[in-house]
């Protein structure tokens, strides 16, 4: 009896020393956490009201407004273009024709093992030599930044896509199949909607990367919004001012898209259990 006396005692004593140290690390995140967050308000503070010069944003603000419209418009067709071909990639990367997975796995491995950078240079400078005579496209900066990025882009949606249909049991493709679906409409009706459902969060994930992507279209001088702050920093010498805009122009396009994500995961989980 007095054994099992001093294992209960014993076993309250663990409990009560694990809620002390629960509590103790909970204190210590709070503590951290909060000095962070000041530490980041005084900075911000001290930016916007020491070294921000609001009387030069009105000179900047169109030009900073048209390349705020030209990274939407290549973010839009990008966007589209790597959604859809990456959807096409997924579907190869499981197919069970081996030259098909080949070549998908071969794209894939490409386009995620080397930079974005070289990429754009790849396109933007080696394309035009290729080319037999002069090239016929005299503003290439664009269509570069757009094919740059879709190809970049549909590998990893690709991946994603290819993980999602990896997610889905086995016994969906089984049970459409015994319902005397063939294998393409078993995958259009059945396994791709719970496919798109398992990758939505990494192909948002990766939309969000894609507007950010477009920093490096400054390379090939496309007057994007670095460009344009690197324009205004070299003519006034003033860094905040033209940063503070860069920041909020892509803030306004990167919290929308996450919003729409998680909209979208919302929706898809319609028919499934939530804890």
Do not use: C
Not at 8 to 29: N, W
Not at 116 to 144: A, E, H, M, N, R
Not at 178 to 199: F, K, T
Not at 232 to 259: C, E, H, K
């Amino acid at each position: 009896m007095s054994d099992s006396f001093s294992k209960a005692r014993g076993d309250v004593g663990s409990g009560q020393e694990t809620r002390i140290t629960d509590t103790l690390l909970r204190r210590v995140a709070i503590v951290i956490s909060s000095v962070f967050t000041i530490a980041i308000a005084l900075l911000l503070g001290y930016i916007l009201l020491g070294k921000v010069d609001y009387s030069l944003i009105p000179t900047i603000f169109p030009q900073f407004v048209d390349a705020y419209v030209l990274v939407l418009t290549i973010v839009g067709v990008s966007s589209v273009l790597s959604v859809s071909s990456g959807i096409f990639v997924g579907l190869a990367r499981v197919s069970k024709t081996t030259l098909t997975n080949s070549i998908a796995a071969g794209y894939v491995q490409f386009f995620r093992g080397t930079p974005l950078l070289f990429q754009i240079f790849v396109i933007y400078f080696g394309i035009p030599t290729l080319w037999p005579g002069t090239f016929p496209i005299q503003d290439w900066g664009t269509p570069t930044a757009i094919l740059a990025l879709t190809l970049n882009h549909a590998a990893y949606v690709g991946e994603a896509i290819r993980g999602g249909i990896g997610a889905v049991p086995d016994g969906q493709m089984e049970a459409a199949r015994s319902l005397g679906m063939g294998y393409v409409q078993a995958m259009r009706e059945v396994v791709i909607p719970q496919a798109w459902r398992n990758a939505l969060a990494a192909i948002g994930n990766d939309q969000i990367i894609l507007v950010k992507d477009t920093s490096l279209l400054t390379v090939i001088a496309i007057p994007e919004l670095i460009q344009q702050f690197r324009n205004v920093n070299s003519a006034t010498f003033d860094p905040w001012t033209p940063l503070l805009l860069v920041a909020i122009a892509y803030l306004s396009i990167t919290i929308p898209v996450g919003r729409l994500v998680e909209y979208l995961e919302n929706r898809s989980e319609w028919g499934s259990e939530r804890v």
